[in-house]
Each structure stands twice: as structure tokens, then as C-alpha cells.
């Protein structure tokens, strides 16, 4: 059974700070990773996607993963309350053997205190 | 119109209703999915089709049959729902299953069985 782990928080954070969250997974052979954003009663968005061990920055996102832990972080800098949602952490296994299934965290749910 | 779209928003149905829910996209992607989100918790996905041919499905009872005519559109057909079927419906595609390439998703159908 595939698993992506999350801390399903709240995550609280003044605004300003910086909010880290974290996701481990048990598929070793996992490929790729992602992170989506998903505001209450709507649909998620991708923010961030990683394939390599290391960082990965975009804006105020770094996306960090380190497969030999099995652990893939994301971190917002200068959080706004507008970041405020819930974080879900998705991992493709896609070994080119046909497996199609992204398997999702439960979320962390952050909320930036103004 | 871009992206991926789905309809209705909201529907509610009587247990012994026959409705459908419809996806599109506009991206040109080869992959869609559904995927089914109850409260509190992840993401479950449902079924995957690639080239309009089904290639997974899991384990989901046969009172959700989905449609893949073309690789534009999916549908959902549901019949005999029960209240525990009520959730957040989202459609997803993608350029190539599990290829390491993200998913994007729709803006969900709020089903309510009552």
C-alpha cells in the first residue's frame, strides 16, 4: 500500500514567517513530487512539482526533496494570509511500468495569522 | 476555453436517481481521471483512463460507471447512490498517466445524496 503522510495540522504561522511543511512516502520508487494548494470548496492547484533530490525554488515556494529519507518539504517564505489553505503533498510511483496513480497526503491545513 | 472544466458545480440526488457528471479539458492532455474527496479526507482516486481506454479502477462499486468517448471528455454516470456517496467530485487530466507530468484539475461537483 502506497502511502504519502502528512501533518494535518493547523499549522499556524504569524504572517511574515516562514511556514514549512512536510510529507514522507513509502514508495521508494516514487519519481516524481508534488505540491498542490486547496482553498476551501474549491479544486487544488499545483504550486510546486520536484524530480530531483535538493531545492527547488519559485517565488516565495522552495520545494525540497531528499529521496533517501523518503521526505519531500515545502516552504513558503514572507507567508501572507492569502496562503492560508489546505497543502496537499502528491507523489507519482510512475515506473514507465504503467502505473498511473498520484497518490495524495490528507493535507496540512495552514493558516497565516495577519 | 482553457483548462478543465466540469458540470454541474452542485447537484443533489434522491438514492434511486440516474445522473451524470461531465469533465472536459482543453489542454490537449491524453490522461484524465476522477477522483473522489469526503470530508476529512484524501484525495481517493477513482478511475484512470489514457487514449479513452480505461486503465485503472479501483475497487469502486459498480453504481459509478465512468465514460470516456474521446480524450476530451469523461463522464460519470450514478445510479442508486447512497448518502455516504456524497463528496467532492473533481476531474483531473494530465499529458501522459504517471508520467511524471502534474495533474490539473477541475472545479469539482458538490454531490449531495439525500
Known amino acids: 500500500q502506497k502511502e504519502v503522510e502528512q501533518n494535518s495540522g493547523p499549522l499556524s504561522v504569524p504572517e511574515g514567517a516562514i511556514a514549512s511543511l512536510n510529507c514522507t512516502y513509502s514508495d521508494r520508487g516514487s519519481q516524481s513530487f508534488f505540491w498542490y494548494r486547496q482553498y476551501s470548496g474549491k479544486s487544488p492547484e499545483l504550486i510546486m512539482f520536484i524530480y530531483s533530490n535538493g531545492d527547488k525554488e519559485d517565488g516565495r515556494f522552495t520545494a525540497q526533496l531528499n529521496k533517501a529519507s523518503q521526505y519531500v518539504s515545502l516552504l513558503i517564505r514572507d507567508s501572507q494570509p492569502s496562503d492560508s489553505a489546505t497543502y496537499l503533498c502528491a507523489v507519482n510511483p510512475y515506473s514507465g511500468a504503467g502505473s498511473y496513480q498520484l497518490t495524495f497526503g490528507k493535507g496540512t491545513k495552514l493558516s497565516v495569522i495577519p | 476555453e482553457t483548462g478543465v472544466t466540469q458540470t454541474p458545480r452542485h447537484l443533489v440526488m434522491g438514492m434511486t436517481n440516474k445522473k451524470s457528471l461531465k469533465c472536459e479539458q482543453h489542454?490537449?492532455?491524453?490522461?484524465m481521471y476522477w477522483y473522489k474527496q469526503s470530508a476529512k479526507k484524501p484525495l481517493e482516486l477513482m478511475f484512470v483512463?489514457?487514449?479513452?481506454?480505461?486503465?485503472e479502477n479501483n475497487s469502486v462499486p459498480s453504481r459509478f460507471s465512468p465514460e470516456c468517448p474521446n480524450s476530451s471528455h469523461l463522464f460519470l454516470h450514478l445510479h442508486t447512490l447512497q448518502p455516504e456517496d456524497s463528496a467532492l467530485y473533481l476531474c483531473a487530466s494530465s499529458s501522459k498517466p504517471g508520467g511524471g507530468t502534474e495533474a490539473f484539475f477541475g472545479q469539482g461537483t458538490r454531490l449531495t445524496v439525500v
Open positions: 483512463y489514457n487514449f479513452k481506454e480505461q486503465t
Open positions: 489542454l490537449g492532455h491524453n490522461a
